[in-house]
């Protein structure tokens, strides 16, 4: 079993559509969440990063963690052309190894 | 700017050759590391360095080595002995173990 799984889509939806990427992980140890997006040809940027249950707000990105049911969720409202990507998620228990997910492409059509 | 270079951006080995790919941080970061990215793979940890002169192997060091001289300076070799070195290469750095990790922008390695 992976340690993270992540729904690879792809996934289209019409501008200003709300977004739901979602994650699974195996290992309750896993303290710290985030999530990344990367645009072709360019390194994950860092989007949120979260410690331990509940939400976290950005602007438009919202991030979930729900440890009881090791889901991990980022939403984000009031989708843009320029949100098309792949995000990650990624997790860790607090050393340095970092678990990520394969990656979900979303694109956003204007 | 703060951040992360990674050099070159493309890179071709022949058959028996070992290549080097640079990474550099002006973060004053303590910890560093490689991945390497493959399709519908995901991230991968190759080597992950935590202080200067100190490194760890990650889930899939056979065939790299790195060195940490200084502290900004990350450098990965693909040697001769890693049979499938095709990939995406991404260096990061953070201020240490729990703490988000800072990626640069990659090599592409391929195959001549």
Known sequence: QKEVEQDPGPLSVPEGAIVSLNCTYSNSAFQYFMWYRQYSRKGPELLMYTYSSGNKEDGRFTAQV???????????????????????????????????GTGTRLTVIP | DGGITQSPKYLFRK?????????EQNLNHDAMYWYRQDPGQG????????????????????????SREKKESFPLTVTSAQKNPTAFYLCASSTGPGQPQHF???TRLSIL
């Open chain 1, 66 to 100: 729900d440890k009881s049911s090791k889901y991990i969720s980022l939403f984000i409202r009031d989708s843009q052309p320029s949100d098309s990507a792949t995000y990650l998620c990624a997790t860790q228990t607090g050393a340095n190894n970092l678990f990520f």
């Open chain 2, 43 to 66: 991230l991968r940890l190759i080597y992950y360095s935590q202080i200067v002169n100190d490194f760890q192997k990650g889930d899939i060091a056979e065939g790299y080595s790195v």
């Open chain 2, 104 to 106: 640069g922008d990659g």
């Open chain 2, 15 to 23: 058959e028996g050759q070992n290549v080097t790919l640079s990474c």
